[in-house]
């Protein structure tokens, strides 16, 4: 295995490259490793409460068919391999498929909600981030998750940090949770580890549940105004200030009643300076059942997803070549967007507060 500084200086030289070049080939290859997971989070974008038949009908992948997925990821440019679920570390061979990630010089981003972290510490140990679910203080992340359960998940990134893991606190924003901010701010100071909040994107799978998973366009922007601020006030937020600040405009501005703009609509308001959805070009989402999507609100879109075990891979990334979508009025998307942008300063930004450039 190359040393971890080389792995990570790749990332970020190849992410310049394919930008610069215009070249479209995904970075990141996230892999649902299983579907199953011991919590029932009502904003799980993959398999919720009301999608359970899906979960009885389709077969878990398995190790050979998963690092399938990492040797066909890695040959079409994917140098950030995720696997997650559902709850990853459920898997009784995380640790080969860890490991499979590893062999292959790649680097590994692992997310849990904490609960079976003490069991598998020593598989977890060559992962190179760990982010554990942390939904704000005890109450809010227990009402959400289960009784209980925020005492593992600190336990769980206490027992990380003692064995020298990086970690990452990364908390889901929807109604419940966006009022957690200064809680998680302290758990960032406590503990000396970047925080993150991700939006969650209603899916295919997840319509029903719209109104209690997604925050109105001026609850977002309030809440973004608040995290620009706690980031200014030197909060180890993984998302750079200027990005903070981007995301607030284009939310601000954003042009259409609905919460997608397609390409003809990006033009008449070209002005505006939105920036294009960059997941089509330089991301992969993999389904355990082997259906392929670019992004979450495409996740689970009905007749639109290639099956990698049926047309392999490369396949399956071409077919989103020519989307007609243009941004979603999304912080996930916008966030990414720019984090895949032929930007310098923001890309060296974006390395650091993922702690890209931190060593074990």
């Known amino acids: 295995m190359l040393p971890q500084l080389i792995v990570k200086a790749r990332v970020g030289l190849l992410m310049l490259a394919y930008n610069f070049l215009g070249i479209r080939r995904p970075l990141t290859s996230q892999i649902l490793v299983t579907k199953y997971c011991n919590m029932n989070c009502k904003m799980c974008f993959v398999y919720p409460l009301d999608k359970r038949e899906k979960i009885k009908n389709t077969e878990e992948p398995t190790l050979e068919q998963l690092k399938y997925l990492i040797e066909e990821s890695c040959k079409i440019g994917a140098q950030v391999i995720i696997p997650f679920g559902g709850e990853p570390l459920i898997r009784k061979d995380i640790g080969e498929i860890i490991r499979a990630i590893k062999e292959k010089n790649r680097y590994c981003i692992l997310y849990t909600n904490g609960t079976y972290v003490k069991d598998k510490i020593d598989d977890l140990l060559p992962v190179d981030q760990l982010v554990i679910s942390v939904d704000g203080d005890e109450a809010t992340h227990d009402n959400i998750r289960g009784k209980g359960s925020y005492k593992k998940a600190i336990e769980a990134l206490e027992l990380a940090l003692s064995c020298g893991i990086v970690c990452r606190l990364h908390t889901c924003l929807i109604p419940d949770t966006q009022h957690t901010l200064p809680h998680m701010a302290f758990l960032s100071k406590e503990y000396g580890v970047m925080l993150n909040y991700g939006y969650c994107d209603v899916t295919e799978l997840t319509r029903t549940e719209e109104q209690t998973i997604s925050l109105n366009r001026d609850s977002v922007i309030k809440f973004l105004k608040q995290y620009y601020e706690i980031k200014k006030s030197g909060v180890q937020i993984s998302t750079p200030a200027k990005v903070i600040k981007d ?79 243009y941004q979603c009025a999304s912080i996930f998307t916008i966030e990414k967007s720019l984090f895949y942008s032929f930007n310098i300063t923001t890309l060296f930004q974006f390395l650091t507060g993922y702690q890209f450039l931190r060593r074990k």
């Not at 300076?273 to 670019?294: E, F, Q, R, T, W």
């Open 247 to 325: 995301c607030i405009r284009v939310m601000e501005k954003w042009p259409t009643i609905n919460g997608l703009l397609t390409k003809d609509e990006a033009q008449r308001f070209s002005h505006l300076k939105i920036p294009k959805c960059a997941l089509p070009m330089s991301n992969i989402y993999i389904d355990s059942d082997g259906s392929v999507y670019p992004c979450l609100p495409l996740w689970g879109k009905e007749g639109n997803a290639p099956n990698v075990y049926k047309v392999g891979l490369k396949a399956a990334w071409d077919h989103y070549r020519d989307l007609d979508c």
